[in-house]
């Protein structure tokens, strides 16, 4: 049985009864009755009837007066209204003032049921689908705030990771955890040094006279907040910050921090309103104080990075070397006091961020830096600068950071050096008069007279020691060509060419002591930019060594091969071996092994310090493998010429990198 209520606005009282007794009560509806406009309206402000038949022609205030007031009063009731004459015009009028149906008088009884029934069925649906839509706007409006909300924290989220500053984090942290709680007042308090009571660090609408206030771990809901990691959220007696600030409701989060646990609170505070907090407050607060630790976090490596990055600085400027540090694009990061000194930079703005070209014109410097980003290895060298100082410069790449270069002043050593290679120079010639004098008298003696067999053999032995002084003064000259000259003429070598024939002149010196002399060359070995006079000496001296040090009928073998860009050059003997003590020092000037085995076997020290020399001209390095008894394993690695370069600009950049000869 429908339970509508329908209200008739009818000034004639059979229209009324027929409405009433032939459609409206056999059909169930309930039936409200007003005889003119001005009832009508009255009718349905204060009963709120489900429809209005309402007549057109009606006393005191006419039927399309009462539905203008409808309109006007916002009352949205369906209205069928009724009219004895069909005017276009009226009906038009009627239906723009929002009447939903109409019937021309007289009707027939079921002719106005059925308006009623579809006028009807038409508002149910229309309240159903107003209440879907309000209901779409409750959901909209929810999703609207959770967006809203997820806004912020991801806005906090951003502002954690670009602001440097602490204080206008916490801040923000604060604020709108009070703004997303609904809350009155918020706090963020962090535990002390002493771990026994937390402070307020950032406050949003704290009372003043509470900002100093420190909070007890023991028994205060922060407290429990800190020793049991999880939230705590009260309301009542129990919900107060310390004694004598209650608050009606109040809810705390943890702050955890990386490894420390849980390092302060995060809590939103109602003191006047009874609104409690709810479990989505709970989750919004954990992101906020998940940021705020973050945050803290960060601020404490930041201030330790910056200390530890003080730290150094403070070492480097303090340090006697220059030194200079630039970024992977050349740009200059640090150039330490003495630096500045040396490069005659009067002023930070000199130096700072410039690119290292634009403000240090030495070539030898720049082209050894452009070395060492080409080719990402560390590269050193000697640097003449403008003032007659001379420095060792050594440029290291580091990673993450750029190149370091650090410049050791050798201006005094070299000085030391050429006054040593004066006195060396001076001194052989000095000595090379007398002693080719008196060599020239040894040679004279037999032509003086007949001479026994005993002077015959003085006279021999003081030629041997003739010999080996002229040798030793040799070998000294020609040391000291190689550490003062730098004008070493480089070419593209055929080592393997160079080896054999080292190899040659040696094969009868070592059938002298019936040695094995091996000697199997490689298919192909690479050619090498170098000096070959300088390289056939390293090979001679290694191979002299071998025979010297290797007891007769042993065996000495020399091998050769390219290796990634390298030759790789072998020298082995079984021979006396060398004691693991001896093995660091055998490339210093007049390093001998004393022993027993060495005893009798002649030489200077300088060999393999000339070797050494040699090689670091060349690029390159030798080491040695060697156990005493068993023998010895001289290795050196040459770099091997650079390919032919497709880039035709790039082979006028260094007259290295053209390759002059084929591969053998
Ligand atoms: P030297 O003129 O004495 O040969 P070097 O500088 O060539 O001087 O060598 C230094 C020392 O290294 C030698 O005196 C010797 O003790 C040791 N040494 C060099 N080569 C060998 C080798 N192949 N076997 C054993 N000892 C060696």
């Known amino acids: 049985m429908t339970q509508e209520r329908i209200l008739v606005i009818e000034d004639s009282f059979e229209t009324q009864q027929l409405l009433a007794e032939l459609v409206l009560q056999p059909n169930g509806y309930t039936h409200l009755m007003a005889m003119d406009g001005e009832e009508g309206l009255r009718m349905t402000l204060e009963e709120s009837p489900d429809l209005i038949v309402l007549d057109m022609l009606l006393p005191k205030m006419n039927g399309l007066d009462v539905l203008k007031a409808l309109k006007q009063q916002d009352v949205d009731i369906p209205v069928i209204f009724t009219t004895v004459r069909e005017s276009v015009e009226l009906v038009v009028q009627a239906f723009r003032l929002g009447a939903s149906d109409y019937v021309i008088k007289p009707f027939d009884p079921q002719e106005m049921l059925e308006a009623i029934q579809r006028v009807l069925s038409a508002s149910t649906s229309r309240e159903e689908r107003d209440q879907e839509v309000r209901q779409m706007a409750d959901i909209n409006q929810q999703l609207r705030r959770q967006l809203q909300e997820l806004n912020i924290l991801y806005t906090i989220g951003r502002s954690v990771a670009s602001l440097r500053d602490l204080d206008p984090i916490l801040n923000r942290v604060v604020e709108v955890a009070v703004y997303l709680a609904g809350a009155e007042e918020g706090l963020l308090l962090l535990l002390d040094e002493s771990g026994s009571e937390l402070y307020l660090r950032a406050t949003k609408d704290v009372d003043q006279e509470a900002q100093t206030m420190r909070v007890p771990v023991e028994d205060t809901p922060a407290g429990r907040v800190i020793q049991t990691g999880r939230p705590v959220f009260l309301t009542g007696d129990r919900a107060k910050v310390v004694t004598g600030y209650l608050t009606k409701a109040l809810l705390y989060v943890p702050l955890r921090a990386p490894d420390q646990g849980t390092i302060g609170v995060l809590g ?282 290797t007891p007769p009928e042993g065996w000495i073998s020399v091998s050769a091969r390219d290796d990634d860009g390298h030759v790789v050059v072998q020298v082995a003997d079984n021979g006396i071996g060398i004691p693991t003590a001896a093995q660091p020092y055998i490339f210093d000037k007049f390093y001998r092994v004393e022993s027993s085995e060495t005893i009798g076997i002649p030489g200077s020290g300088l060999g393999l310090a000339i070797v050494k020399a040699i090689l670091d001209k060349h690029k390159g390095r030798i080491w040695v493998e060697s156990h005493p008894g068993m023998g010895s394993v001289f290795t050196f690695v040459l770099p091997a010429m650079k390919a032919r370069s497709p880039e035709p600009q790039e082979q006028t950049l260094s007259p290295l990198s053209q390759p002059t000869g084929e591969d053998i």
Not at 291 to 306: G, H, M, Q
Not at 335 to 351: G, K
């Open 268 to 549: 939103v505070i109602n003191r006047e309103s009874d609104r409690t907090f709810t479990e989505r407050d709970i989750f919004l607060l954990s992101a906020l104080a998940d940021y705020a630790a973050v945050a803290i976090e960060n601020a404490r490596l930041f201030k330790a990075v910056k200390a530890e990055q003080r730290k150094l600085e403070a070492i480097l400027q303090e340090a006697q070397v220059p030194i200079i540090v630039v970024d992977d694009n050349l740009r200059i990061l640090l150039c330490n006091d003495t630096a500045c000194r040396v490069l005659s930079f009067s002023h930070r703005d000199q130096w700072f961020q410039q690119t290292i070209g634009n403000v240090i014109s030495n070539p030898t410097l720049l082209s050894l830096l452009v070395e060492a980003s080409d080719t990402h290895r560390a590269t050193w060298g000697e640097v003449p600068i403008e003032d007659g100082q001379t420095f060792n410069v050594r440029i290291s790449p580091v990673s993450g950071v750029g190149y370091v270069l650090m410049m050791h002043d050798v201006t005094y050593l070299k000085e030391l050096n050429r006054v040593k290679s004066e006195f060396i120079t001076s001194i052989s010639h000095d000595l090379r008069t007398p002693l080719t004098s008196i060599q020239g008298y040894i040679e004279l003696l037999p032509r003086a007279g007949s001479l026994t067999a005993q002077q015959q053999e003085f006279i021999l032995r003081a030629r041997h020691s003739m010999e080996s002084i002229a040798h030793l003064l040799n070998t000294l000259l020609d040391m000291d060509r190689l550490e003062t000259s730098d004008d070493m003429e480089i070419e593209p070598c055929n080592l393997l060419k160079i080896i054999t024939t080292s190899v040659e002149a040696y094969i009868p010196i070592a059938a002298e002591k019936h040695h094995e002399l091996r000697w199997e060359p490689p298919d192909r070995l690479s050619v090498v930019p170098g000096n070959p006079y300088r390289l056939r000496q390293v090979i001679d001296h290694l191979l002299n060594n071998a025979i010297k040090f």
